[in-house]
T-cell receptor
Framework: SQKIEQNSEALNIQEGKTATLTCNYT??????LQWYRQDPGRGPVFLLL?????KEKRKERLKVTFDTTLKQSLFHITASQPADSATYLC?????????????FGKGTKLSVKP | AAGVIQSPRHLIKEKRETATLKCYPI?????VYWYQQGPGQDPQFLIS???????DKGSIPDRFSAQQFSDYHSELNMSSLELGDSALYFC????????????FGSGTQLSVL
């Protein structure tokens, strides 16, 4: 079965620095991969989707890369701010499942210190 | 903009009781998904509905059932509650045509005592 590993449970960085989060998956390469942000006690919020034929995608201070050879996605937040502090989840469609049947990584809890 | 609305926000039940969680999707969204997130865990897919029909099923216990109504709202019914059912239950919605992107509600925190 497909598994997702997000290498760091927690990441602490200084304000203004770039945060880099890693997501690795184990088996089949998905057609696309997603990143969500989750604040404590709240539902995940969609951030970015990157397809298998896209190397990189950007949205404001966010950048996602997707390397199907390495079976890895990197998520970058540039010029990080304390408001970026949250848990970031990587997700992809479950094998044999319909769209929306997602499996999530356990997340990386990012703390941005002023 | 309107978001996914879930009720209640918090629910406390005793073992072996039943619980009903409600979800109101974003207007014009026709697909609803239910997820369960245990403490410190990642969200787990339970079940989804499209146009009132079950479209996919995940790790939903037989004690749980769900349905989607004609106004597209959905209810998750949980019976014979167990301590292990204590979790945050999320509903998400999407349109069929753009179902790669899910919009999640704020969840219902269920505590089984």
């Amino acid at each position: 079965s497909q598994k997702i590993e997000q290498n760091s449970e927690a990441l602490n960085i200084q304000e203004g620095k770039t945060a880099t989060l890693t997501c690795n998956y184990t088996n089949y390469s998905p057609a696309y991969l997603q990143w969500y942000r989750q604040d404590p006690g709240r539902g995940p919020v969609f951030l970015l989707l990157i397809r298998e034929n896209e190397k990189e995608k950007r949205k404001e201070r966010l950048k996602v890369t997707f390397d199907t050879t390495l079976k890895q996605s990197l998520f970058h937040i540039t010029a990080s701010q304390p408001a970026d502090s949250a848990t970031y989840l990587c997700a992809l469609v479950n094998y044999g499942g319909s769209q929306g049947n997602l499996i999530f990584g356990k997340g990386t809890k990012l703390s941005v210190k002023p | 903009a309107a978001g996914v609305i879930q009720s209640p926000r918090h629910l406390i039940k005793e073992k072996r009781e039943t619980a009903t969680l409600k979800c109101y999707p974003i207007p014009r969204h026709d697909t609803v998904y239910w997820y369960q997130q245990g403490p410190g865990q990642d969200p787990q897919f339970l079940i989804s509905f499209y146009e009132k029909m079950q479209s996919d099923k995940g790790s939903i216990p037989d004690r749980f059932s769900a349905q989607q109504f004609s106004d597209y709202h959905s209810e998750l019914n949980m019976s014979s509650l167990e301590l292990g059912d204590s979790a945050l239950y999320f509903c998400a919605s999407s349109t069929r045509s753009q179902n790669e992107k899910l919009f999640f509600g704020s969840g219902t925190q269920l505590s089984v005592l």
